[in-house]
């Protein structure tokens, strides 16, 4: 069965620290991750793609992605109490297009 | 752009009557939609993937007579919700994905919060 995982946390940071949030997926053939935030109460709001082994930085996010560790991480850089919310991890399957999610961190930015 | 919306954000009905949620893609054409649900503390769901003009296919172990839904145009699908039950209620949240560039993003929808008394 083809899964993605992450931690639920909570992860608690500082503001302004830097929060890292991991998530691995079991189908190798996965070729596109996504990050979602989800506020509570609302549906996710799409953050970064990331399609190739490396970063990708847009702002105060950067997605990593390692296709051999069959890794996917975010790092938010100069967190804000407003980034407090649940960050989903997901990955594209096959030509269905169907995203797999995992089932979401908490983080939690404490003034 | 890739704007997503849905219809109603909110719904209250009684046990045994249909609800229908609507899904639009407003600066896009969506080739398909899909259909999620999340229980409170839960992740979401995928519950079927709708495409225009066919039929929808449904995850395993989700009633496609009971939860009935028509994808006419490249800009709306709806979700009908039948004979409602008190455990049917959920938060009801659809997505879209465009047929451009990166055909593997989906754009969500503010979602619909169902409540069956």
């Known amino acids: 069965q083809k899964e993605v995982e992450q931690n639920s946390g909570p992860l608690s940071v500082p503001e302004g620290a830097i929060a890292s949030l991991n998530c691995t997926y079991s189908?190798?053939?996965?070729?596109?991750f996504f990050w979602y935030r989800q506020y509570s109460g609302k549906s996710p709001e799409l953050i970064m793609s990331?399609?190739?082994?490396g970063d990708k930085e847009d702002g105060r996010f950067t997605a990593q992605l390692n296709k051999a560790s069959q890794y996917v991480s975010l790092l938010i850089r100069d967190s804000q109490p407003s980034d407090s919310a649940t960050y989903l991890c997901?990955?594209?399957?096959?030509?269905?297009?169907?995203?797999?999610f995992g089932s979401g961190t908490s983080l939690l930015v404490r003034p | 752009g890739a704007v997503v919306s849905q219809h109603p954000s909110r719904v209250i009905c009684k046990s045994g009557t249909s609800v229908k949620i609507e899904c639009r893609s407003l600066?896009?054409?969506?080739?398909?939609m899909f259909w999620y649900r999340q229980f409170p503390k839960q992740s979401l769901m995928l519950m079927a993937t709708?495409?225009?003009?066919?039929?929808?296919?449904?995850e395993q172990g989700v009633e496609k007579d009971k939860f009935l839904i028509n994808h006419a145009s490249l800009t709306l699908s709806t979700l009908t919700v039948t004979s409602a039950h008190p455990e049917d209620s959920s938060f009801y949240i659809c997505?879209?994905?465009?047929?451009?560039?990166?055909?593997?993003?989906?754009?969500f929808g503010p979602g619909t919060r169902l409540l069956v008394l």
């Open positions: 997901a990955a594209a399957m096959d030509s269905s297009y169907k995203l797999i």
């Open positions: 997505s879209a994905r465009s047929s451009g560039e990166h055909q593997e993003t989906q754009y």
């Open positions: 709708s495409n225009e003009g066919s039929k929808a296919t449904y």
């Open positions: 189908d190798r053939g996965s070729q596109s």
């Open positions: 600066d896009f054409q969506a080739t398909t």
């Open positions: 990331i399609y190739s082994n």
